[in-house]
Structure formats: C-alpha cells, structure tokens
C-alpha cells in the first residue's frame, strides 16, 4: 500500500503541473502588510454552508492564498491552536472561503479524497489581485490590456513587495514567467472570486529559449522574461509574421498573460507535452502511515468527519478514504487524524470499517 501513497502535497502537484506558472511566486517575499500601507481588512460575508461538500466549483467561487500556515481552530469559539506539525502542502497554495468574519476566516483545503474546513488568521492570507489587472511600469503610468503588457487575473501568481501613494508593486516569479509592474492598491484584497482568463482555444505551439525578455516593442522596454527556470515547459502563441527579428507572442494561461516582442530566434517549434501521468488512487494518511499492526478506519465517499461526536462538520470524504485511527472505539464512531496543511488534525466518524495493517483484516463498525 505504500506505492499507492497520495498525499495533499502530490495533489497539489499534479494540479500545477498542469496549470504552470499559475501558483503564487516563489522567489520575492511577500509583504503582510506592506510597509507604510493600510492593513488589508477581511469583509464578513455569510456562511457559504455547501463550499465544503461541494468544493471548488464555480458555484463557490470566493477564494484566497493561504500564504503561510500558523494558528488554526476547527470552530470558531474554541481558541487558536498551534500547528502539531510538518503538513502538506506547503504554502502558498489556493484555499476556498466558505467564511469570513474580522477575527478568522474558515477556508477549505482539497487534499486526496477528503476536503478539511479550519478557521485561519486573516492575516495568512495573502494579498493579491482581486480584479483583472494590467501592471504599469510606474504609478500614475498606465498601459493597456489590448496590446504588449502583463495582466494578472484575480488571485494571479503575484505578491505585494512595495505600497506608494495608492499603488502596489506587484512582483510576478514562477518557474514560466518572471515580471512585476504596479497596480491600484484598491484593486488588492485577501478574498476575491475567481475568473481566470479564457486561453482554452489559444494554439500556443512555439517554445521560448530560457530567459527570453518580452518587450514592448522592438527594442524597448522589458516587460518580462520567459522560462527563468529553464526546466519549465513555456508555450507560447504566435500573433503575427517576424519583423526584422523580431515576433510578437502571447503567453497564455488561466491567471497570468502576458503579451509583446521577442527576438524571432529565441523561438523554437515546440514539441507536444506527454500527457500527464493519472494520479494514483485517493488514499490520505496521517504521519506514520505503514507501520505494522497500525489500525486505521475505511471511509466511503460522502463520510463526514466531526470535531467531536455530536460537532461541527470539520471535513467531508468525496471519494473513498482511509485514515489512522487515533484510538480504537466500539461502534458507532472512531477517533482518526486528518492530514492538513497544519499537520494532524483529529476528527470524529461514525461508521466506516476498521482495518489492521499488519493482518489486513476488516472489521465492520
């Protein structure tokens, strides 16, 4: 059962795989709040009480990057707790909001097989587009979105580095593309709704030599550079004929553009990707997984797990599960650990079937 493993981390993986370029940057750290700034302030909403069984559908589109993984609570009386140890993934990562009030915000996380719904400070939440954004090259400079520039969808791959009279200085830096430009500080917040942009139908069939600088036109001002990571697969689309070396390019993805010139021979005829490898099958475990005469419990898809018997819903099953099961009860619940991006996390359920490791037996509860 080892080789089957699936964890939060492999996950999230496989999703920006896919996706490249599209997860917050990873190289300038970001400013919680910026220096000389407002403090960004959370919104109270209602509760959004499906965004849990139903998770990241257009149906629940408030979203946030969680940027860093401190004090959690499973409800939101009880006081903050401390991590109790290395989770996964690490952030930053995208959450669903299903609540948001001043002191806390409740966010779900997508792991194997299982969604687990923790309050968190509002201040882990990064800050981030919360519209459509073209990033300027200065305050007060705007550019515009129909020709050579960078854009930012809502919750894009960015951070804020500086605050200015009014603007933000946003820093792009993932393995495709490395850029930063300033935007209207009210256009920034921790929630926002998801509209990525629409590059479905985009042919992107030419790939950029590693580093290769996007300017706004011949010759001029850097916008960006392509592939920084030469090991990233970059794609981008061709939107006209070469003009004395040069050729303009759109790289296309679902929360990043970014469009002007480069030099023709920096452009390659791009090889089709192999298609990605299916995940293995949805099994989350907790830390220790694979010793012998461990006991964990099988849940079917549509198990809710409590935080005590008679608590509140802390995590729902939408495939087929086993967890470790922290203490062996008799019917009609057991006690199991959640794996989280906050470590082990305990829940309650009721039913399942338990299951020793070591023997491979299966007990019906």
């Known amino acids: 059962m080892r080789g089957r493993r699936t964890t939060w981390r492999a996950v999230i ?3 920006a795989a896919v996706l490249a370029g ?3 940057g990873r190289g300038a750290a970001p400013v919680e709040p910026a220096p000389g700034g407002p403090a960004i302030s959370i919104v109270a909403t209602g509760p959004d009480p499906r965004a849990l069984h139903d998770g990241f559908t257009p149906v629940h589109p408030r979203r946030a990057v969680l940027g860093r993984a401190r004090e959690w609570k499973a409800s939101f009386d009880e006081p903050w707790r401390e991590p109790s140890g290395a989770g996964s993934p690490k952030p930053p990562f995208e959450v669903l909001v299903a609540e948001e009030r001043s002191e806390g915000v409740r966010v779900v996380v997508e792991g194997a097989g299982v969604r687990v719904a923790l309050w968190v400070l509002p201040g882990d939440l990064m800050a981030v587009p919360t519209e459509r954004v073209v990033l300027c090259p200065a ?9 050579p520039s960078v854009q930012l969808a809502p919750g894009g791959p960015a951070v804020v580095v500086e605050r200015k009279d009014g603007w933000v200085l946003f820093d792009v830096d993932t393995p495709a593309v490395r850029a930063g430009g300033w935007a209207l500080e009210t256009r920034v917040g921790r929630v926002y709704e998801r509209h990525d942009f629409n590059v479905a139908f985009e042919i992107a069939d030419l790939e950029p030599s590693p580093g290769t600088t996007v300017h ?3 010759y001029g001002a850097e916008l960006a550079v392509l592939r920084p990571d030469a090991g990233a697969h970059v794609r981008v689309k061709s939107l006209g004929a070469e ?6 390019v759109l790289y296309p993805s ?3 553009l970014v469009r002007g010139w480069v030099r023709a021979d920096r452009l390659a005829a791009a090889e089709a990707l192999a298609s990605p490898s299916p995940p293995a099958p949805a099994e989350p475990t907790s830390e220790g997984e694979g010793e012998d005469g461990e006991a964990r419990v099988a849940l079917p898809a549509g198990t809710e797990v409590r935080t005590a018997p008679d608590g509140d819903v802390l995590a729902f099953c939408f495939a087929d599960v086993r967890l470790r099961m922290l203490e062996d009860r008799p019917s009609p619940g057991a006690w199991v650990l959640l794996p989280t991006p906050w470590g082990d996390v305990t829940g309650w359920v009721a039913g399942g079937r ?3 490791r070591s023997s491979g037996r299966a007990v019906e509860r």
Do not use: M, N
Request: with cysteine; aromatic share 4%.
């Open 139 to 147: 305050p007060d400079e705007p550019v515009a979105g129909d020709g």
């Open 354 to 356: 338990a299951v020793e």
């Open 22 to 24: 599209c997860l917050p």
């Open 254 to 256: 679902p929360t990043l």
């Open 13 to 15: 993986a496989a999703a």
């Open 216 to 218: 706004d036109r011949p």
């Open 243 to 248: 003009q004395d070396g040069w050729r303009e």
